[in-house]
């Protein structure tokens, strides 16, 4: 079987890029030829003119729509997997891809069907004010700090609703959460066409050490819907407990309270020192104000034996389940975070435990082994089907 992937970069290399390319990765085991077609946000957006660019070809990309029809006649793929189309790639490719007869699959990272911004987020904190064809409200409410910057998502999102570029084009949309399907669904999209396969993470084979480490890893960008500001808070009220963060902060952001002594900041870490800061802590620790996609710190930290502790809501609900991998807390609730994090501080020889349920869970539901399966099926079926 011959696949093609199509993706957009963003602008620095992100979890979704780690997605994407662990995705080609098991296609490659699977035996698939995999041709690829990417664009890139990195260094394009700093003037006027990549500003611009990246408007317009949110639209309609002309080069892109030319490259894809050329990729149709000459590279001749059984399916196509479509990724991230903004900006430079747009949906307008999904027509031609259809015309010619290739079922499209579209693996769904994020919220960008039905929030322009792709993150059901404003000012940090949830919002679906968005959903079921309401994308004026990132203008209404400058969601992106940027009147154009705003106008131009929330254009782009109508624009590709009312021409139904996904609705009449894409086959079936591969949902990393239930909780993707859900909201999918109360947009109007045709639940039928849904499927779940969650992220992966690959080279799950030894067993870890569950020997409980001697701080509180915190894995990521460091930005405020993260809950940065509520991780911070907390640490002042434990001072016997020490944090250690991992992670570059978001461009812009400025940590604005005090930092206690017993927070550590790396900054960004490579994989290989990256083991020894899971390894060497005691659990993971994810404050999101906001939904989130599914982060794939949970699982790197999974995969070292160690549980987390979330927020009681969107896909977290899914991956943590509650006194057995990990625990959840109320979104936002600084009281009811300090609590959740002494209970498993104080508790070595349940964070273990649960350590060991966090590597199961992931060694059986979320390894390239647990989901080769799930994508060969449902290829095999596209295929078959055209």
């Given at each position: ?56 070809q ?12 050329r ?34 699959v ?47 998502y ?57 020997k409980?480490?001697?701080?509180v ?131 070595p ?21 647990a ?16």
């Amino acid at each position: 079987m011959h696949l093609l992937l199509i993706h957009n970069n963003y602008g620095a290399y992100s979890g979704e890029e780690t997605v994407v390319d662990r995705q080609i990765s098991l296609f490659e085991q699977l035996g698939y030829r995999i041709s690829v077609y990417r664009k890139t946000t990195e260094g394009s957006r700093g003037t006027a003119w990549g500003n611009l660019k990246g408007l317009l070809q949110g639209f309609y990309s002309p080069s892109s729509v030319k490259d894809i029809k050329r990729m149709m006649q000459v590279d001749k793929p059984d399916v196509v997997i479509v990724h991230n189309l903004y900006p430079y790639i747009s949906p307008a490719i999904l027509k031609p891809i259809k015309e010619a007869g290739v079922p499209i699959v579209m693996t769904v990272h994020n919220f960008r069907l039905m929030c322009p911004t792709g993150l059901f987020m404003q000012n940090a904190r949830p919002c679906e004010r968005c959903l079921g064809g309401h994308e004026w409200n990132c203008i209404r409410y400058n969601c992106e700090h940027s009147f154009l910057k705003s106008l131009g998502y929330a254009g782009r999102n109508w624009y590709a609703r009312i021409t139904k570029a996904y609705i009449d084009h894409v086959d079936v949309y591969v949902c990393i959460t239930r909780f993707q399907i859900q909201k999918l669904t109360q947009a109007g999209f045709d639940p039928h066409k849904m499927v779940h396969i969650p992220n992966f993470q690959d080279d799950v084979k030894r067993e870890p050490n569950y020997k409980p480490g001697d701080y509180v890893a915190i894995s990521g960008r460091l930005s405020e819907e993260k809950g940065i500001d509520l991780a911070l808070e907390v640490a002042a009220q434990t001072p016997e407990i020490r944090y250690v963060f991992a992670g570059s902060p978001r461009k812009g952001y400025e940590i604005t309270r005090s930092i206690p002594g017993n927070c550590a900041f790396l900054g960004y870490i490579s994989k290989t020192e990256l083991a020894g800061f899971y390894q060497n802590s005691r659990f993971l620790l994810n404050m999101s104000r906001c939904y989130e996609g599914f982060p794939m710190t949970i699982l790197e930290a999974a995969s070292y034996g160690k549980p987390a502790i979330a927020p009681a809501h969107a896909g977290f609900l899914e991956i943590i389940d509650q006194d057995v991998n990990g625990l959840h807390f109320i979104p936002g609730d600084a009281a009811d975070l300090k609590e959740k994090i002494q209970i498993l501080w104080n508790n070595p020889a349940r964070t273990s435990e649960m350590g060991h349920n966090a590597f199961l869970k992931l060694r059986n539901h979320y390894t390239s082994e647990a989901v080769k399966l799930q994508w060969e099926t449902l290829l095999e079926k596209l295929r078959v089907k055209n």
